[in-house]
Structure formats: structure tokens, C-alpha cells
T-cell receptor, first 115, second 114 residues
């Protein structure tokens, strides 16, 4: 069974540019999560999809971040325009069931550097 | 809001030594607790989790953790570490009956010297 995949693995952009990160969850997993780890800090929740619907987007930092999950399969996270403080590792995770004890399976992350 | 504290962010020890990583959480309700591990170059993966029952939980690779409700703690232990346990370890929590989002601690970078 393929795990959670993320693309790209690394992205280096300049301040003010746009970047789109992609996450492909494990097949059949309705729940998809985005998290971010800024250097030296803890991994922080951004948002949670159930199928194509945003269940919880309380962690999104501001309106420069837009997440979508069209069709309930893969998800994209767009940052527009990027700022220096957006640098970090963006993790995607997926889980199968609705319960909050379900294991969240993580992808390898996308390392974003904003110069 | 949930918060998780992990101390001793960098731990260096020799093979066969015992490991204990502390995790304390703050949350106004009952919780589910998780330990994740990230080996060098690999994904975050679940080591173990607790949501009910026996507070002593056994996970993969010989790890165990004990939930002590009165201390709001969920410490991770391994009696004898190996070089392959070199990794970053994360404690996480979510609220039972609440949403699914995990609140993580800052992580413990563990280096095991052969």
C-alpha cells in the first residue's frame, strides 16, 4: 500500500511569489490534514478535510494560505504571496476513520524556503 | 487550548542505555495521547498511542509509555536503546470527543552512540 506522498520535496522561492504544495493521501482515506513545522518550533496543525469539505481550518495562519481538496482525493496548499515567515516544513497526513483515535499517517513533508 | 511540553530537546546516549523522554500536556478535558518518531530521512510514524484502558502502553520496537493522569504526563521509555533508535521523537495529544487535530510538543532529538 502506497503511503502519503507530497510534492515537491523542496521548494525555494522569493518573497512575494506563489507556491503550491500537493498531497496525495493513502487511497481510501477520507481525512486529510495539513501541518507545518517552522524551524525550532513544534509541528502545528493547519487544517483538516473530510473528503472535499473543510472540517476544521482553525490553524490556517492567514488568508494568504488556501487549501483545496477537489473531488476528495489529493489536496493542494497554496501560499500567495509567500512571506519569509512561511518558511518551514509542511506535512500532510491522512486517516481512514472519523474517530480522533485513528492513526494519522504522515507524508515526508515539503521543505519550503522563502528568501 | 491544548499544549504539550517535551524537555531535554537533545539527548545523547550510548547503546544499551535506558531512555526516558518526558511529555506533559495541558488540556481541559480527557485526551488521547500519541508518540510519533521520525528516523533520519523518513516519514513521521506512530510509535504508540493511548486512548483508554491500561495506562501502560506498549508500542513498536520495544518502546512503552505510561499515562499518569494526575501528573498530566505520558512519558516514553525504552530499557535498552540501539543505534537504530537515533531519531526525533514527538509527543502529541488531541481531545477525546473533540476534533482530530493533533497538538505536538517540540520534539526530542535522540542520538545513540554505538
Amino acid at each position: 500500500e502506497a503511503g502519503v506522498t507530497q510534492f515537491p520535496s523542496h521548494s525555494v522561492i522569493e518573497k512575494g511569489q506563489t507556491v503550491t504544495l500537493r498531497c496525495d493521501p493513502i487511497s481510501g482515506h477520507d481525512n486529510l490534514y495539513w501541518y507545518r513545522r517552522v524551524m525550532g518550533k513544534e509541528i502545528k496543525f493547519l487544517l483538516h478535510f473530510v473528503k472535499e469539505s473543510k472540517q476544521d481550518e482553525s490553524g490556517m495562519p492567514n488568508n494568504r494560505f488556501l487549501a483545496e481538496r477537489t473531488g476528495g482525493t489529493y489536496s493542494t496548499l497554496k501560499v500567495q504571496p509567500a512571506e519569509l515567515e512561511d518558511s518551514g516544513v509542511y506535512f500532510c497526513a491522512s486517516s481512514q476513520g472519523q474517530g480522533n483515535t485513528d492513526t494519522q499517517y504522515f507524508g515526508p513533508g515539503t521543505r519550503l524556503t522563502v528568501l | 487550548a491544548q499544549s504539550v511540553s517535551q524537555h531535554n530537546h537533545h539527548v545523547i546516549l550510548s547503546e544499551a542505555a535506558s531512555l526516558e523522554l518526558g511529555c506533559n500536556y495541558s488540556y481541559g478535558g480527557t485526551v488521547n495521547l500519541f508518540w510519533y518518531v521520525q528516523y533520519p530521512g523518513q516519514h513521521l510514524q506512530l510509535l504508540l498511542k493511548y486512548f483508554s484502558g491500561d495506562p501502560l502502553v506498549k508500542g513498536i520496537k520495544g518502546f512503552e509509555a505510561e499515562f499518569i493522569k494526575s501528573k498530566f504526563s505520558f512519558n516514553l521509555r525504552k530499557p535498552s536503546v540501539q543505534w537504530s533508535d537515533t531519531a526525533e521523537y514527538f509527543c502529541a495529544v488531541n481531545g477525546k470527543g473533540g476534533n482530530n487535530r493533533l497538538a505536538f510538543g517540540k520534539g526530542n532529538q535522540v542520538v545513540v552512540i554505538p
